[in-house]
């Protein structure tokens, strides 16, 4: 499993990059799939050159043959015309200076050319590398050498903490977002309704269905109401739970291990669990089974919402706080 972002995926999408290969085989290109190459190459007649910028070829090259798991993609690059002394077109070339760094497809950090000191310099940044910092969010260094011990000290594999803080700031968005959009559905139709039934409702509630349909609401459309009623019910009570209350658990759940985020308003009530299938506690085991039955982005009463494949947020049972 891994936790990437929309920007990562991109890489991957065969309708967005192609991925060339290099002299390495885990240093590639990401070449654009909506890039009009040829204004460049006078219509397709040139081949496009690669090559690496000379100043940062020594660090890629080093890291790239010192970590094999690791994969360098180079996706900011713009061709460059090169012409002859008569300034006919000769060629072109892509330089590659800018670099994302996976393991599989999980992103460890940005390595990229920049300047430091009026010199050439490398600018390495992650999660790791910003937190550290008080201003800016990247360290630049003009040193080889020291580069490579930087990215050796602070890149790598997210730990169990950092996987779960990263999961509760998507997990909140994600289930922010989806509580939103389903109480907005509701309340939509419930305004809707008064709209329409609002001269009537007073003097024939118990008949407030007939009179909104005669007043010109759609039939079909009033009549979702019980369903959209219920879902906002079900995701308002987790919702009121997991952030009022401080009831939410956030769990990743895979390979056999648990990692849990005890979420609390206060930071300093943040808990962290982990769990094998043979010590994972038996209600938190049953919810997750239950939530691995519906859709991601899906309710259930009483139980928490699923957020994708493999991540979670379970509602804690009053004689099971862990």
């Keep these: 499993m891994y936790i990437g972002s929309k920007e990562t995926d991109a890489l991957f999408n065969p309708t967005r990059y192609t991925l060339v290969d290099t ?3 885990n240093v590639k290109w990401a070449k654009s799939a909506t890039m009009d190459y040829d204004s460049y190459t006078k219509k397709g007649t040139l081949e496009i050159k690669l090559e690496m ?20 993609i180079s996706d900011d690059v713009w061709p460059r015309i090169v012409t002859d002394d008569n300034n006919n077109q000769i060629g072109t070339v892509v330089t590659m200076e800018v670099f994302i760094v996976l393991h599989n497809r999980e992103q460890l950090g940005n390595v990229v050319k920049t300047h430091f000191r009026r010199q050439p310099a490398y600018a390495m940044t992650n999660h790791r590398i910003s937190a550290k910092r008080e201003r800016g969010n990247s360290t630049k260094t003009n040193d080889l050498k020291k580069a490579l011990r930087i990215i050796d000290r602070d890149f790598g594999r997210k730990n169990h903490k950092e996987r779960l803080m990263e999961l509760r700031g998507k ?10 959009s389903i109480s907005g559905a509701y309340q939509m139709l419930i305004r809707s309704m008064l709209e329409n039934l609002e001269d009537h409702v007073a003097a024939n509630f118990q008949h407030y269905r007939d009179i909104v349909v005669a007043a010109g609401m759609s039939p079909t459309r009033l009549d979702a109401l019980p369903e959209k009623k219920e879902q ?5 009570g987790v919702y009121e739970r997991a952030f009022k209350q401080s009831e939410g658990l956030f769990v990743i759940a895979a390979n056999s291990v648990y990692l849990a985020l005890q979420d609390d308003k206060d930071e300093s009530k943040v808990a962290y669990h982990t769990w094998t299938s043979d010590t994972v506690p038996d209600v938190v085991r049953r919810k997750i089974g239950l939530l691995k039955l ?5 309710f259930l009463e009483g139980v928490g919402y699923r957020i994708d494949q493999d991540s979670f947020l379970i509602l804690q049972e009053d004689e099971n706080g862990e």
């Excluded at 070829?57 to 970590?67: D, F, R, V």
């Excluded at 906002?232 to 308002?236: E, F, Q, S």
């Design 23 to 25: 002299s390495l085989p």
């Design 53 to 72: 910028d000379p100043f940062m070829e020594p660090l890629i090259y080093e890291l790239a043959k010192k970590h094999p798991e690791w994969t360098f």
């Design 171 to 180: 997990g909140r968005g994600s289930l922010i977002s989806a509580h939103n």
């Design 232 to 236: 906002y019910d079900i995701a308002h």
């Design 294 to 298: 519906v859709d991601n982005e899906a």
